[in-house]
Structures are given as structure tokens and as C-alpha cells.
């Protein structure tokens, strides 16, 4: 069965460095999202990608994040500077757009800012 | 402000019984609803869905209740059983929108032996 991957699971950096998550979505997706949960809260909706273009974004994710998809088959979310509150499990996810718009999620990465 | 809400944290249910998880939003324009469920250290996983023009659907153990002009939808499981044991978030989109899913704070549902 098809799966969303994301690498690493944990990523362990210093506040004020710079971070990057991989996901590798579905390969027939064509709409990307980015979605974090900060421990004992709800799922927060970051941004969705589709056509190589952000299509939307939250208040959440400001100048410091950006995201790519830098080769066709890789996701990746950036953040420049990291702060102690980006301390989250970051989760990929991608859907289809044929009529069925269930999002596939991958299994998360555990980001902790020191 | 939520527009998906979960308002009870926690369950617990016999195994065997019947367990109904419950969701309501405030957004008018969602039209299409799933529920995931979360074990501890894994992505949220996709579970059953339902479109606007529905109030039921079903899957297995899994049934899926709409009630539009209530703007509530609820999860039942029925019979529980301990793999079910998780997080259940409720979540809606608005399809004719975008397709920007909006998740609610999710119920952990403990099953009991």
C-alpha cells in the first residue's frame, strides 16, 4: 500500500538554526500539505502546495518557514530560525484530486529546539 | 476560534460495547467530514469519511453520523475492541473550496478489558 514518508523521525537542533524535514508523498498526489502538533494540543493546518505553488498558508506559517518540491518527488519543509515554540511533530501528508480528498499522513517528525 | 470542536477529551468503554465519539463544527461551508485516528508516535491514519449529502455512512464497525442542521457529526464503533484504543480526531474541508482539511483536538478513546 502506498505510503507518505517522512525523514528523520526526530530532529534534535539548536534554537536559531536552521531545520529541514523531507517528506516523500503519494506519487500520483498532486496536493501537499504540512501540519505540526505541539505536544497536548490539536493538529494545526501550515500550509498546501499544489502546482508548485503554495495555495494556501496559516497564521503559523510566517517568513521563517517556506516550503519546495525541489526534484518532483520530494516535500520538504524549511525553517530558518528556529525557535523554542517550533518544538512540534511535523506531519506530511498528500491527497489526489480525483473526487477523493482523505489526506494520507505520514508518520510524523519529532522536532526539538534546545 | 474553532471551527471544528471535540469537546470531550477522553472516553472510556467497555470492549465489546458500543463507543460514539462526537464532533461539532461552526463553519457552514464544510461539506465533506473524516475522522482519523492516532496511535502514540504515528501519523494521524484515515478512517471513514463523509460527504455533505449524506447523514450516514458506513464501514465495518465503523458508521459515520451527519446531521447537518445540528452541525454535528459523531463516530460510532461498534463492537469495541482494544486495537481501538487511540486518538479520534474529527475533521472537515470545505471541497469546493480548497481542500485544506481543519482538524478538531481529537478524543482519546480507551478500551476497556
Known amino acids: 500500500e502506498p505510503e507518505v514518508t517522512q525523514t528523520p523521525s526526530h530532529q534534535v537542533t539548536q534554537m536559531g538554526q536552521e531545520v529541514i524535514l523531507r517528506c516523500v508523498p503519494i506519487s500520483n498526489h498532486l496536493y501537499f500539505y504540512w501540519y505540526r502538533q505541539i505536544l497536548g494540543q490539536k493538529v494545526e493546518f501550515l500550509v498546501s502546495f499544489y502546482n508548485n505553488e503554495i495555495s494556501e498558508k496559516s497564521e503559523i506559517f510566517d517568513d521563517q518557514f517556506s516550503v519546495e518540491r525541489p526534484d518532483g518527488s520530494n516535500f520538504t519543509l524549511k525553517i530558518r530560525s528556529t525557535k523554542l515554540e517550533d518544538s512540534a511533530m511535523y506531519f506530511c501528508?498528500?491527497?489526489?484530486?480525483?473526487?477523493?480528498?482523505?489526506?494520507?499522513f505520514g508518520q510524523g517528525t519529532r522536532l526539538t529546539v534546545v | 476560534d474553532q471551527q471544528v470542536k471535540q469537546n470531550s477529551p477522553s472516553l472510556s468503554v467497555q470492549e465489546g460495547r458500543i463507543s460514539i465519539l462526537n464532533c461539532d463544527y461552526t463553519?457552514?461551508?464544510?461539506?465533506?467530514f473524516l475522522w482519523y485516528k492516532k496511535y502514540p508516535a504515528e501519523g494521524p491514519t484515515f478512517l471513514i469519511s463523509?460527504?455533505?449529502?449524506?447523514d450516514k455512512n458506513e464501514d465495518g464497525r465503523f458508521t459515520v453520523f451527519l446531521n447537518k442542521s445540528a452541525k454535528h457529526l459523531s463516530l460510532h464503533i461498534v463492537p469495541s475492541q482494544p486495537g481501538d484504543s487511540a486518538v479520534y480526531f474529527c475533521?472537515?474541508?470545505?471541497?469546493?473550496?480548497?481542500?485544506?482539511?481543519?482538524f478538531g483536538k481529537g478524543t482519546r478513546l480507551h478500551i476497556l478489558p
Open positions: 475533521a472537515a474541508s470545505a471541497m469546493n473550496r480548497d481542500d485544506k482539511i481543519i
Open positions: 463523509i460527504s455533505s449529502i449524506k
Open positions: 463553519n457552514s461551508m464544510f461539506d465533506y
Open positions: 501528508a498528500s491527497s489526489s484530486r480525483d473526487g477523493n480528498t482523505e489526506a494520507f
